[in-house]
Structures are given as structure tokens and as C-alpha cells.
């Protein structure tokens, strides 16, 4: 097996390396997810004029943030501030490639070791140094039960985290893994905290770019310049302030006044509407990241016959929904969204895509309901406009094929409590971005989260954790073409369409600005304001 370095890992790192047990072959650059792991360099896209320091950005955000210990947060709501706070061995470039950040090179001597030099003379913002010690402790706290971190399964394939010396940790894995990167690229995931310090989840101490202030719930949140970041020059604000908006109206109204300089739109109409009335707005709707999914429980009748969901799929005109509730922002869907990176993009021919209300009634027939069926409540987030106007026009087009469903609009946290237990019929909760497909089509293994849904697929099984291992990427995206259309023969997820999870805006004074697929905004690091 060749060892695979960095382009960054020096020939005396790999000497040293060597002389610590590895044998050293030809040296390789490891491709990460479709591209070649990235160094440390300019900006992917060009900055317009010569970057001043200083300023402040106001930022309209949709919710507050629950909790900010990255080990253990779960709400989406809280990622742009550990975004901020926090980072990590690798991170995501603009160009969704993955590159170094507080590793300073690695070398990977077999398929399962990972051997990182770390970056030296980095201070977390209380003062205290970055060392291995810090890695490892990070990744105890995610593998250890007690925390019940998100993180834990993503990272369950780690065997060991072994401090070398204070710059040095190795990483071993059970198996091959095409995540782990990704993985450890993706805030908050893979995130450093310090060791010694228990009370992140109000009080963040990291690494990253801003250093905490203060919060006022409901109000806003309030974050400094780090004047100890590792990276030359950056960030270029010295304050950067979240403002809490509970609607849409609101957010636009603070927008349209200037008293805020960035924020984003759930509904691509309305941000279509407000940058066009406002030509001083630049807009981005970022990359192809949510999935609408229509999610069954085959624990029990109607949804254990595959004819039922195979006529629900039939019955359904994608398109028609496309164009209806996002008038065409977005594309039909599959299990994996394009944005996936490594061209995962599985929206091609599926099985049971093609609208065919005549052979949907034929199945229900031969499964039993010739007269119709009534499938009962189809619960949505009803906090989602968009969520819960895609349900009714779903609703109207099942009925045309005898298929009854009543719309039961429900809060996210009871729904999300439903849909992990599987105690529903039909609900639609949407998936966002994800560092990788893996974490995606995973959650119908039936040996793991699958089970809650009555998932009892073998072959998908072996299809899902074959692709894992895959390191070579033509191969790999072959391997998720397949298990796409594995699920969309079962119909065991109804994929209606995707588009992007947000639609960004921003004054044209904002500079040096980058949205990323995952609507997260670490690129505030590098954004400054010309006004």
C-alpha cells in the first residue's frame, strides 16, 4: 500500500514519520471526495479591491442558537456560530474541496492509519495552547457514550486516537473509510475543543476566527476578532453581530432598511423578488443541498407491500411539484443530492419516477384496494411554508389516483421525535447538506437507524457499507448510482425534488464573501465591508 501524504507534508515530516515505524513508498496526493486535497492558498474566488480592516457585519438569522459545544450540538441553527468559534484538523474550501487548517500535513502510510502534524503556536481563545493532547481529548469526548454526541456515529469506525508527541496524532480506523476526511472536515463534526475546559455548551472557547462575546437570546449574538487567529491577516472585521428574526417579513423589512447587511430567504420567490426590487443586493442560492423526501413506515400495513409505495411513487408528478411550490429553482430528486461532493448525483432514470396514475390504481388493485385507499395523516413540518404547500400539492395528486391523505401540519421537535421512533404512516422532513452521501442513505440500513421504519434490505445493507470502504471515486459514485436506484425501485423514500436550503442575500458594500453548499457562513473569516 503506498503511503499517501499531503502536498504540504515536508520530506523531513515524512523522514521522522518514517522513523516511527512507517514505511515510506511513493508518495501520493490523497483525493478527497472528487477532488485533490487542498492547500492552504488564496481565496477560490477573486476578492474585488484590497481588503480593509476593521467594521462590523450585522447578520439577520432565522433562530437562535441551542447550544454551542460542537461535541454535542444538534441543531442546525447553531452551526454558524461554531463555524466562527471553532476549527478543525481540515476544513472545506470554497471549491468544496477539503484542505488543511490546524494540520499542518499528514501522511496516511495504509488505507486505515492517519498520521497529522499539527500546526504549532496556536492559542484557543482562552489562552491556552494547541496541542495533540487537545485532538485526542476532542475525540474522546465523541466516542464516549456519556456524551451522547451526534458526532459518534460518523466517527464510529475510529480504533484508536494516539498522541505521538505534542504536534503528532495518529489516527487508526477498523476499515478503509471514504468519510473520514470529509468527516473531519465538517463543522461542527470535526472540531477541535480544548481539554480542560466543561462548559462549552454557554461559554465557547475554540480556535476559530471570532472569539465570544456576549448573547442575548431572542436579541442577538456578538462575536470579536480573534487577535491570536493562525491565519495571516484574517479575519478582517472586528465584530460581527447576528440579529434574531422570528419571520420572514421581519427579516426582509431589516434588510430593505439597512439595518442589517446579510441574510438569507427560505423561499427563492421572495428572494428573487426583494434582490431584484433592490439593486444594491447581491444574491447567491448557494448549491443544490435540501431534499424533500416523503418518509414511510413499513413496520406495519399499508406501507410493508412495496405495491402501495411503488403507487404513491407513480402517482406522484415531480415536475409538477418542482415547478408549483419553488416555480422551477431546484430539480427533480433522488435519495442524494447533487451537491453531494464526488457527483453523487443520482437524478437520472429511476425507477417509478414517470407519472402513471393508470398503473398506480393497477397496483393498489392487486395489493388489495381496488376502491381507493386512505393512507391517513401525512405529517409536515409545519413551520416549512414551503414543506407544507409541496403536502397539498402531493395531496391533490394522490387523490387522482384514489390515494387519501389528511395533512397534519406538526412542530419540528415532536415530529423529529416521531419520525426516529417510526411512529408514523407518511411524514416529510427534509434533508440538508451532508459531508458526505454515506450519511445520507445510512439512515435506512436496518441495522442501524433503518430499523426504527421496518427496513429489512439485506442487499441495500451490503450495498451501503460496501460503498463506505470505496476509496477510489469514479468507482464510489458508480456504487451510490446503484443504491439510489435500489431505493427508488422499493420506493422506500418518495424523493420529490431538491434545491438549495437557503438563498442568500447581502449588501454589494460585503466583500470576500463565499456561500458554501452547506449554507454554513465560515467565509464571514474572510469577508470584509467597503462603506
Not at 458 to 485: F, G, H
Amino acid at each position: 500500500m503506498a503511503t499517501r501524504t499531503n502536498a504540504t507534508t515536508s520530506a523531513d515530516e515524512v523522514t521522522v514519520l518514517a522513523a516511527q515505524g512507517l514505511q515510506r513508498r511513493s508518495l501520493l496526493r490523497l483525493a478527497v471526495s472528487g477532488g485533490t486535497l487542498a492547500t492552504l492558498g488564496p481565496l477560490a474566488n477573486a476578492q474585488s479591491g484590497s481588503p480593509k480592516r476593521g467594521g462590523t457585519l450585522v447578520i439577520g438569522a432565522d433562530a437562535d442558537p441551542i447550544g454551542l459545544d460542537p461535541v454535542t450540538v444538534t441543531a442546525y441553527s447553531s452551526y454558524d456560530f461554531t463555524a466562527l468559534l471553532y476549527t478543525g484538523l481540515f476544513r472545506w474550501n470554497a471549491d468544496m474541496k477539503v484542505e488543511l487548517d490546524l494540520a499542518a500535513g499528514y501522511i496516511a502510510p495504509n488505507d486505515t492509519t492517519y498520521i497529522i502534524r499539527l500546526r504549532q503556536g496556536v492559542k484557543f481563545h482562552n489562552g491556552q495552547d494547541f496541542t495533540a493532547e487537545d485532538v485526542k481529548h476532542t475525540f474522546d469526548r465523541i466516542l464516549d457514550p456519556a456524551s451522547a454526541s451526534p458526532s459518534a456515529t460518523l466517527f464510529s469506525g475510529i480504533k484508536a486516537v494516539t498522541v505521538i508527541d505534542p504536534f503528532t496524532v495518529k489516527f487508526e480506523l477498523k476499515a478503509p473509510s471514504a468519510t473520514f476526511l470529509s468527516y473531519l472536515a465538517t463543522n461542527p463534526n470535526g472540531v477541535i475543543v480544548p481539554k480542560g475546559v466543561t462548559d462549552l455548551k454557554t461559554k465557547p472557547v475554540g480556535t476559530g476566527p471570532f472569539v465570544f462575546e456576549s448573547y442575548e437570546p431572542n436579541q442577538q449574538f456578538t462575536l470579536k476578532a480573534n487577535p491570536n487567529y493562525y491565519e495571516d491577516k484574517q479575519p478582517y472585521l472586528s465584530t460581527v453581530v447576528f440579529k434574531f428574526f422570528k419571520d420572514q417579513a421581519s427579516i426582509s423589512s431589516a434588510l430593505r432598511s439597512k439595518a442589517i447587511d446579510m441574510t438569507w430567504f427560505k423561499d427563492p420567490k421572495v428572494s428573487a423578488q426583494i434582490v431584484k426590487s433592490s439593486p444594491d443586493l447581491a444574491s447567491a442560492p448557494g448549491k443544490t443541498s435540501r431534499t424533500f423526501p416523503v418518509w414511510m413506515s413499513m413496520k406495519a400495513k399499508p406501507f410493508n407491500d412495496v405495491r402501495v409505495r411503488r403507487a404513491l411513487s407513480l402517482a406522484t408528478d415531480r415536475k409538477a411539484c418542482l415547478q408549483t411550490v419553488l416555480g422551477g429553482s431546484g430539480k427533480v430528486g433522488a435519495m442524494v443530492p447533487e451537491s453531494q461532493v464526488g457527483g453523487y448525483d443520482g437524478v437520472g432514470p429511476m425507477p417509478y419516477y414517470k407519472t402513471d396514475v393508470v398503473a398506480a390504481k393497477k397496483l393498489l388493485t392487486e395489493a388489495g384496494y381496488p376502491s381507493g385507499i386512505d393512507l391517513g395523516d401525512y405529517i409536515v413540518v409545519a413551520a416549512n411554508a414551503l414543506d407544507v404547500q409541496c403536502a397539498q400539492v402531493l395531496q391533490q395528486q394522490w387523490a387522482a389516483a384514489g390515494i387519501k391523505v389528511n395533512i397534519k401540519p406538526m412542530e419540528t421537535a415532536p415530529l423529529i421525535g416521531l419520525w426516529l421512533k417510526g411512529d408514523f404512516g407518511l411524514l416529510s422532513i427534509a434533508l440538508s447538506w451532508s459531508p458526505d452521501p454515506d450519511a445520507i442513505v445510512s439512515r435506512l440500513l436496518s441495522t442501524g437507524s433503518g430499523k426504527a421504519i421496518g427496513m429489512a434490505d439485506a442487499p441495500l445493507d451490503k450495498l451501503i457499507e460496501d460503498a463506505r470502504a470505496i476509496l477510489d471515486n469514479t468507482k464510489r459514485a458508480a456504487a451510490y448510482q446503484q443504491i439510489q436506484k435500489h431505493i427508488a425501485d422499493q420506493a422506500y423514500i418518495l424523493q420529490i425534488y431538491q434545491y438549495p436550503l437557503r438563498w442568500e442575500a447581502w449588501r454589494k458594500y460585503v466583500k470576500g464573501y463565499v456561500p458554501l453548499a452547506a449554507n454554513i457562513r465560515t467565509f464571514v473569516r474572510t469577508t470584509w465591508v467597503d462603506k
